[in-house]
C-alpha cells in the first residue's frame, strides 16, 4: 500500500464536508496517525467546530497523535489548541484533549523528552 496515497486520501477525506460523518472520522484518525502535515489545519478546526460531538472528539483525539510527533515549532501550537479544547463545555471532547494531554505528558516524562522534540511512534502506541 501506497503511504503518499493514503494520506492523499484522508486528507481529501477529513477536509471533505459532503464525505459521511464515520469516513470523516476514519481519515482524521488516519491523519492523525499518520501525521499528515497538510491535514493539520483542517484537524485543528474540525477539533474547534466540527458540525457533530463526535467528529470534534476524533479531531481532538487526533491532535493528541500530532503533538507527539510535532516540529518544536507546531508543538506549542497544538499543545496549546489541546489546552483550550479541554475547557470545552461539551464533556466528551474535554475527555479527549485531557487524554491527549495525559498521554503526551506520560511519554515526554516516561522517555525524558523535553517539549517539542519528535517522539517516535513505535515508542508511543
Not at 507527539?68 to 489541546?82: H, Q
Not at 475527555?95 to 515508542?123: D, E, F, K, Y
Amino acid at each position: 500500500v501506497d503511504q503518499g496515497q493514503v494520506a492523499d486520501t484522508a486528507f481529501k477525506l477529513a477536509a471533505d464536508d459532503r464525505a459521511g460523518e464515520l469516513s470523516r472520522i476514519t481519515a482524521v484518525q488516519v491523519s492523525g496517525r499518520m501525521n499528515v502535515e497538510q491535514a493539520l489545519p483542517v484537524v485543528e478546526q474540525l477539533a474547534q467546530d466540527a458540525s457533530t460531538i463526535p467528529l470534534r472528539v476524533a479531531a481532538t483525539a487526533a491532535l493528541g497523535d500530532y503533538a507527539m510527533n510535532a516540529a518544536p515549532s507546531e508543538f506549542a501550537d497544538v499543545s496549546s489548541l489541546l489546552a483550550r479544547v479541554a475547557t470545552s463545555s461539551d464533556p466528551r471532547q474535554t475527555l479527549a484533549a485531557q487524554s491527549a494531554l495525559r498521554r503526551i505528558a506520560h511519554v515526554q516524562a516516561t522517555l525524558g523528552v523535553q517539549t517539542g522534540q519528535q517522539l517516535s511512534p513505535q515508542v508511543i502506541r
